[in-house]
């Protein structure tokens, strides 16, 4: 099946701790993006990716960090520098260019023991 | 001011009735845009997509007005399944990014 995973769905962190949430797609998408949504709230850009090897803050990037080593892949890692990391985690994928619009992966929920 | 600005609502309504939310966004530049449906504790779904004056697709109809930038989404004949948070989204093409509105949140009751 064609789509976007993300594992875990559910993610504890102790204090202190780095953990990483994947994000996969096998729809030959460009871009690749991660969100934050906290309880009741809009969606918040982390980063986004446009292409291989290159990777973009967004608007809440302290506290976090990514890489895209493979069109596939665009793990996000929580650092310990996040001090209020407990949310709901979306990663989305599209095609650059044209008028194409983005599609979403179940999620991760993170919380913080 | 936000870029795409959103009634967080919620909107309550009854079975059967006709419901509208408006959205509107400050970038000009905005040349596409879509509506999306989010189910609670789920991920955004896309519902439509609003390329020209308008689109629609069975009870849901989605209205564009570039000259006030604002768009629209009506719901006929609400059914309880609807009841969800509905986000508006601007594409940027020159940015290539997508805003995203804060949810209109929709309640059908029995």
């Known amino acids: 099946d064609g789509g976007i995973t993300q594992s875990p769905k559910y993610l504890f962190r102790k204090e202190g701790q780095n953990v990483t949430l994947s994000c996969e797609q096998n729809l030959n998408h460009d871009a690749m993006y991660w969100y934050r949504q906290d309880p009741g709230q809009g969606l918040r850009l982390i980063y986004y990716?446009?292409?291989?090897?290159?990777?973009q803050k967004g608007d809440i990037a302290e506290g976090y960090s990514v890489s895209r080593e493979k069109k596939e892949s665009f793990p996000l890692t929580v650092t310990s520098a996040q001090k209020n990391p407990t949310a709901f985690y979306l990663c989305?994928?599209?095609?650059?260019?044209?008028?194409?619009?983005?599609?979403f992966g179940p999620g991760t929920r993170l919380l913080v023991l | 001011r936000k870029e795409v600005e959103q009634d967080p609502g919620p909107f309550n309504v009854p079975e059967g009735a006709t419901v509208a939310f408006n959205c509107t966004y400050s970038?000009?530049?905005?040349?596409?845009f879509f509506w999306y449906r989010q189910d609670c504790r789920k991920e955004p779904k896309l519902l439509m997509s609003v390329y020209s004056s308008g689109n629609e697709d069975g009870r849901f109809t989605a209205q564009l007005n570039r000259a006030s930038q604002y768009i629209s989404l009506l719901i006929r004949d609400s059914k309880l399944s609807d009841s969800a948070t509905y986000l508006c989204v601007a594409h940027n093409n020159a940015g290539n990014m997508l805003t995203f509105g804060g949810g209109t949140r929709l309640m059908v009751k029995p």
């Open positions: 989305a994928s599209r095609l650059t260019g044209g008028l194409e619009t983005q599609y």
């Open positions: 970038n000009s530049a905005s040349q596409s």
């Open positions: 990716s446009q292409i291989v090897n290159d990777f």
